[in-house]
């Protein structure tokens, strides 16, 4: 592996099974389950061009860097963009991954239309109205709209996709109502569902979806909840497959 | 309770812990789950005035009759909506069960508008195009979209509701997408969401939903999954209190 320069603040973690390494700052943004859940939730079989709009540390592109051709990361935060650039470089994949700092709402100056298979997208979650706001300014707009909205993620990866390419993205239950109709505006259908559960018997916490760029409407596929912990309060085999 | 004439092939059945009784006819349609889980699914805390858009044979008037003050139900189809008729009567519900027969696709025709605060519909489930149609003409019309579409039926409860009435459905979850945008285009907000499954681990084959007329986008609550079977094959509590 490559040597890279950390910044004050800087850790180097670990990516699981997958032998990889991420930088991270605790005073940016680390990634989270919902990043790890969302990167397995495609299927990548006859995939080949991805794009990770709002990329934050690199860790999706990371992930599924063995499942696609190429990975296009775009991320609005300089220093977390720059972070994810660093990582790419320390896994050696700066072939197939390429990071770029820039404004997904406007996508125009970034990519050339219809010209991904794949979007993937874990966007802030919380309309700016709602909740207390972090006060770290990267934390914050990770989790708030500050930056995007879901009306902009949903249209920013609608200009990326081929005809019958795939959004998967990772959002609150609260808001799935939402998401359908942003999703219908832009002609993407919703095909695969699955809500994420703490434990069984709770309420889901994240819903992880599939849609379909001029897909037909209908024969939406709802999975059986993706329980995180069991009765021993560990990691299930669902989640733990994913990082042992 | 009133003594009724029965027509040949019709029986009475008991509605379970209701102490009710309905007439069914086995060659037409018989009530099922789906019936009884919609009908428990809505609170009816501060409701007063329930249309039941296509109510067959009257199960969920005679299952919630103690919860609404007043519940019209319209049914299409004349020998069912006899039966229903009937089945109010034996059971002393003429004053607050009114059954009207009519087409609710030209509900103008038979309410005045917003002027329900709870709709139900356990409508046909699937597209004409889909899936095997039965024999028998009347299960046939429950079961596909032979007379109210998906868009018909929401138009329907939308004229009907007051603003920030509520329209209680269950459907299948493969049509999740459609419903919400259709739900949507009639200014109705999807606010409580429940997927059924067979059991634990299957994939839900019902879902139960609430939407409010006139409601602001987002907060939705999605419940946790209800479950049918247990491992021994019998009912959960969570099905069995509806029954016994």
Redesign the interface.
Known sequence: MATINLRPEERIDSLGKSGRQIIQNQEEFCFSLDAVLLAHFPRYGRCCRVLDLGTGTGVMPLLIADQAAHIEAVELNTAMADMAARSVALNGLTERIVVRQGDYREIENLYPPESFDLVLSNPPYR?VAHGQVNSRPGVARARHEFTATLAQTVRAARYALRFHGRLAMVHL??????I??A??TNQL???R?Q?V?AR?????NM?LLEAVAGGA?????????LIVYGVDGAYTPQVLRYYQ
Chains 1, 2 share one sequence.
């Open positions: 309309p239950p609260e808001r799935l109502g939402e359908i109709v999703l219908a259908a919703v095909k569902l809500f559960q069984a018997e709770q309420v889901p819903v409407p209908g024969g939406l596929q709802v999975l059986p909840p």
